[in-house]
């Protein structure tokens, strides 16, 4: 049976390059990256080039890159290292209601240790404008956190124009973006936009898994989360994972032109919504204005998600019904939103990459005109 791998946002394949340098690292360039002999001193060679590669990915220099275990671990990191320094400034933070559960999740344990959070929601166009999010800030407000691609729905929110806004409004805080579901697909531009934070994942553009990085400003102090022999400016101590730091590494180096990407996505994009027309009584889209063309959330009110997954896999289509770190979970994104309970119980996300091909969607939409009328048949 053809596979049609649909489910990008969660993971990706691993690239060519980044399978090939992992490998090397592990049987050839194999030493700890702090050891002073030949090995060692190879190994480090290895990881300068990888920060290299992502700090150019990221629109950063390269000493403002640290690595960490992914996307979770940096994300943390900058929200709860950064609240640790700028808790005597003021307690107050401003994010948003769809942000990814490391995220999320990090801002509750900061309201448990007193911290006012508040969580701005997009309009019903999916839209949060910089002039909404600087309007939360106040004088006490010490730490803005704004994803820049909705990891669920698409949505792409304004950071180049939020930076500023921001720092209008509260100059002490300090500003992150959860850049995950951005990277590798949309031209980074960390140091341009004036950041001070950002985090990005391997494995969401075909690197390994269990590795990450945040950019960190020059200047800005954090608090680490991880105590030991200092490794990584002190921030992420523990022996540095060189095989997938160094994929990492060969991962961004192998990131095509965005305009390419963007090229692919819109078509395809354009390609599964022809092809679902005949459902158009059956299927609610979920797309936010200029929202991301990679990412496509849709509903089919009276189905449950986990029904059509399955139903979808046994055809060999792979997609997900939202964040894979809510492991099935009604999505909270989509909650957040206002969206009808019946539409939230029965959404799929739909994710490409650059290796998705016309034959995988026309295998989706096959497989979903097929599930409309089976599965409603059968509930009848």
């Given amino acids: 049976m053809r596979h049609a791998y649909l489910d990008n946002s969660a993971t990706t394949?691993?690239?060519?390059?980044?399978?090939?340098?992992?490998v090397e690292l592990m049987t050839r360039c194999y030493g700890n990256p702090s050891s002073l002999h030949t090995l060692g001193i190879d190994a480090e060679k290895e990881l300068n080039l990888a920060r290299r590669e992502v700090a150019?990915?990221?629109?950063?220099?390269?000493?403002?890159?640290?690595?960490?275990?992914?996307?979770?671990?940096?994300?943390?990191?900058a929200v709860l290292g950064g609240a640790a320094v700028k808790a005597r400034q003021g307690r107050h933070a401003v994010t948003t209601a769809v942000e990814h559960s490391s995220v999320s999740a990090a801002f509750?344990?900061?309201?448990?240790?007193g911290w006012e959070v508040t969580r701005l929601v997009p309009d019903s166009r999916g839209i949060l404008t910089a002039q909404a999010i600087a309007a939360a800030c106040r004088d006490d407000t010490t730490l803005v956190s704004i994803m820049t691609v909705n990891n669920e729905t698409g949505a792409r929110f304004p950071i180049a124009e939020t930076v500023p806004a921001v720092r209008r409004a509260a100059p002490r805080a300090l500003i992150?973006?959860?850049?995950?579901?951005?990277?590798?697909k949309l031209p980074l531009k960390a140091a341009r936009w004036g950041l001070d934070l950002m985090t990005a994942s391997s494995h969401k553009l075909h690197g390994p898994k269990g590795c990450g990085a945040l950019y960190i400003r020059k200047g800005i102090r954090l608090l680490p989360r991880m105590l030991g022999g200092g490794q990584e400016k002190g921030l992420r101590s523990g022996t540095e994972p060189m095989p997938a730091i160094a994929a990492f590494g060969a991962a961004a180096a192998a990131v095509p032109d965005f305009e390419e990407q963007g090229t692919l996505y819109r078509g395809l994009r354009t390609r599964l919504l022809e092809q679902l027309r005949p459902l158009e009584n059956k299927v609610v889209f979920h797309?936010?204005?200029?929202?991301?063309?990679?990412?496509?959330?849709?509903s089919m009110p009276g189905l449950k998600s986990e029904t059509l997954l399955h139903f979808l896999a046994e055809r060999g289509v792979y997609v997900s019904s939202g964040s894979a770190c809510s492991k099935g979970k009604k999505s909270p994104v989509l909650t957040a939103l206002g969206l009808d309970p019946a539409e939230v119980d029965s959404a799929l996300r739909i994710s490409f990459s650059r290796y998705t091909v016309p034959e995988d969607v026309d295998q989706l939409a096959s497989a979903l005109l097929l599930a409309s009328e089976t599965l409603v048949r059968r509930r009848v």
Avoid: M, W
């Fill in 13 to 22: 394949v691993t690239c060519p390059e980044a399978v090939q340098k992992a």
């Fill in 56 to 77: 150019r990915l990221l629109g950063a220099d390269t000493e403002e890159v640290i690595f960490t275990s992914g996307g979770t671990e940096g994300n943390n990191l």
């Fill in 108 to 113: 509750s344990q900061l309201e448990k240790e």
């Fill in 176 to 184: 992150h973006t959860d850049a995950v579901q951005a990277a590798g």
């Fill in 287 to 298: 797309l936010p204005e200029e929202g991301v063309p990679y990412i496509v959330n849709l």
